[in-house]
């Protein structure tokens, strides 16, 4: 993995695996390449990854986007946008999720993240899916 931050607020990042899973006997190719780049000047955070990889015979890929902005100085809204296609050769392997959430630190080490999310996949064996989630995160 190689970071480079070119001014404070930027950091933009590569990275490369080349590697095998699987027993001894039988082993299997496992490759990943993720390029990114993360903007955070303390108010406004904007991250975003590109992914791909080969496992086995089938390569894939990917990518996200989200953006955060503190509106108060406990409350952050975020919008996320994220692609996978699992089979580049299939067509029909694709997902995207849309996320709309938020973050609220209501105290200093501790934080609810509340996100919703629509699911949508380009075959029609998978059903779209809308699900809530809640977090709880403590520091320590």
């Known amino acids: 993995t190689l970071i480079l931050n070119p001014?404070?607020?930027?950091?933009?990042?590569?990275?490369?695996?080349n590697g095998k899973y699987g027993a001894q006997t039988m082993q299997y190719k496992r490759n990943r390449t993720t390029f990114g780049l993360k903007y955070d000047d303390g108010k406004l955070l904007v991250r975003s990854e590109y992914i791909q990889g080969t496992t086995k015979t089938t390569d894939a890929y990917g990518y996200y986007a989200a953006i955060a902005y503190y509106v108060t100085s406990k409350l952050q809204?975020?919008?996320?946008?994220?692609?996978?296609?699992?089979?580049?050769?299939?067509?029909?392997?694709?997902?995207?999720?849309y996320m709309l959430g938020?973050?609220?630190?209501?105290?200093?080490?501790?934080?609810?993240?509340?996100?919703?999310?629509?699911?949508?996949?380009?075959?029609?064996f998978e059903k779209d899916t809308n699900y809530l989630t809640t977090q709880l995160l403590i520091e320590f």
């Open 102 to 124: 938020a973050n609220y630190w209501f105290a200093k080490n501790m934080r609810v993240q509340l996100n919703y999310s629509y699911r949508n996949f380009k075959n029609s």
């Open 7 to 17: 001014v404070k607020p930027l950091s933009i990042g590569a990275s490369f695996y």
């Open 77 to 97: 809204p975020v919008l996320k946008y994220d692609y996978f296609k699992s089979d580049k050769s299939n067509d029909l392997s694709s997902a995207t999720v």
